[in-house]
């Protein structure tokens, strides 16, 4: 699942374009029970490879519905538990860390889509 997870997100990115959780979870087929939960798992692993790969994180193109256009809470508590962020996980600072984030994503595999070094 984390593959398709990655390529879904790759995807995303290249378009410059967020996904919800429960988008991701329909496009991988995911469900009940626990469909969201299973998810968050997989965004935690992919975060887990990021960093340790020196990437952005891809998981910051998941967001969620409520969050007004922000991951969930946990995205921030295990972006600060691998060293990625500080903060508050409710602040000002979770938001421009997301922004930054995100764009960081989509720059990195808009330029490896095509190779063109563009976004």
Same mark, same amino acid.
């Given at each position: 699942?984390?593959? $398709?997870?990655?390529a879904?997100?790759? #995807? &995303?990115?290249?378009?410059?374009?967020?996904? %919800?959780?429960?988008?991701? =979870?329909?496009?991988?087929?995911?469900? @009940? @029970?626990? %469909?969201i939960?299973?998810l %968050?798992?997989?965004?935690? +692993?992919?975060?887990?490879?990021d960093? =340790?790969?020196? $990437?952005?994180?891809?998981?910051?193109?998941?967001? !969620?519905?409520?969050g007004?256009?922000? @991951?969930? $809470?946990?995205? /921030?508590?295990v972006?600060r538990?691998?060293?990625?962020? %500080?903060?508050? +996980?409710?602040g000002?600072?979770?938001?421009? /860390?997301?922004a930054?984030? !995100? &764009?960081? #994503?989509?720059d /990195?595999?808009?330029?490896?889509?095509?190779? !063109?070094?563009? @976004?």
């Amino acid at each position: 699942m984390q593959d $398709r997870l990655r390529a879904l997100l790759q #995807a &995303r990115a290249r378009e410059g374009r967020f996904a %919800t959780y429960k988008e991701l =979870a329909d496009a991988l087929g995911l469900e @009940p @029970p626990h %469909t969201i939960h299973r998810l %968050t798992r997989a965004l935690e +692993a992919l975060m887990r490879d990021d960093v =340790a790969a020196h $990437r952005p994180l891809l998981a910051a193109l998941c967001v !969620s519905r409520q969050g007004h256009g922000l @991951p969930a $809470r946990g995205f /921030f508590e295990v972006a600060r538990a691998l060293g990625a962020f %500080t903060g508050d +996980a409710e602040g000002p600072e979770a938001r421009e /860390f997301h922004a930054r984030e !995100s &764009r960081r #994503a989509m720059d /990195f595999h808009g330029r490896r889509a095509d190779g !063109s070094g563009a @976004p």
